[in-house]
């Protein structure tokens, strides 16, 4: 069922609730890109994407996801979880001994939802291009998703794959990047400059388009733009701004908030800040 944007926003509320609570839990994670992608991880699931919480492997007549920068992997935990792929309460085992819930999502646990394994950035957007071909040999009209960091783009296979979905008209394939312009070490800009990402990706024969990543209704109206200009001929591109840690006013626009977890003083002024929509786990 489809929910309004105040619906979605109050679940991406929760999800940034499940978020610190993971990464506290374990004082282990990456909190600050997880809240800055909240609501385009909820969106995806609760709005823009055909797909079912009884999962099987091949994904065969529905839409795919595939998350690139792996590390971020509290906020896709707690949308499958809140979307129905397993009980929230298993987030309470995020990171620690014999978890589903590994710190980078893998599959030989098992977790539903969960189609690669993405530890090692710059591979999403490869295996996201082969999925979308094999739908495509298929006759399978459904879509395939995926997610970038920004700071990834550093990684050289990702050019690849770039120059090869145009040529080989991937036009069943939306990929998106989170631009938030920090990464582990600092500023993109600081540490190797991106430049102009929409007049590369153009240049390479990409349809882009902009987005608000932490605004839900321009996510969700980007969304459904994306999906209407699949079939054309051309990958899309949604090229989403976000700021690190949105949601938690400490952790906003810092790179220090890549990989680091809150203590209990930080948690609970987080929590204070984020409203309770769902039932805690």
């Known amino acids: 069922m489809k929910q309004t944007i105040n619906e979605l926003e109050n679940i991406a509320s929760q999800v940034r609730r499940d978020i610190v609570r993971m990464v506290h839990g374990c004082q282990s994670g990456?909190?600050?890109g997880s809240l800055g992608c909240a609501d385009f991880v909820t969106a995806l699931y609760f709005e823009a994407m055909n797909h079912s919480t009884d999962f099987k492997m091949k994904g065969e007549g529905e839409d795919l996801f595939f998350l690139s920068n792996g590390h971020i992997s509290p906020v896709w935990y707690s949308v499958l979880a809140r979307s129905g792929y397993f009980d929230p309460s298993e987030m309470v085992t995020f990171r620690k001994?014999?978890?589903?819930l590994q710190g980078h999502p893998t599959t030989h646990e098992h977790l539903p939802g969960i189609r690669i394994a993405s530890g090692s950035l710059g591979q999403g957007l490869s295996v996201s291009i082969g999925a979308a071909l094999a739908k495509k040999l298929n006759k399978d009209t459904?879509?395939?998703y995926t997610l970038l960091g920004d700071g990834e783009l550093q990684e050289g296979q990702n050019w690849e794959a770039i120059m090869f979905a145009p040529h080989n008209k991937v036009d069943n394939?939306?990929?998106?990047i989170d631009y938030n312009g920090q990464?582990?070490?600092?500023?993109?800009e600081k540490v190797l400059s991106l430049e102009n990402l929409?007049?590369?990706?153009e240049a390479f024969g990409w349809h882009v388009i902009t987005s608000n990543g932490n605004d839900m209704e321009d996510i969700v109206k980007a969304l459904h733009y994306a999906k209407s200009l699949t079939g054309k001929g051309k990958p899309i591109l949604n090229l989403m701004s976000t700021q690190m840690g949105s949601g938690v006013d400490f952790m906003m626009g810092s790179h220090k908030w890549h990989g680091v977890a809150p203590n209990d003083e930080q948690l609970a002024a987080a929590l204070a800040q984020l409203n309770s929509t769902l039932k805690d786990y």
Request: aromatic share 4%; glycine share 8%; proline share 8%.
């Open 30 to 32: 990456h909190p600050g």
């Open 97 to 100: 001994l014999n978890t589903r």
């Open 142 to 144: 459904s879509l395939v």
């Open 173 to 176: 394939l939306i990929a998106t």
């Open 183 to 188: 990464q582990i070490d600092g500023p993109t």
């Open 198 to 201: 929409q007049a590369k990706f």
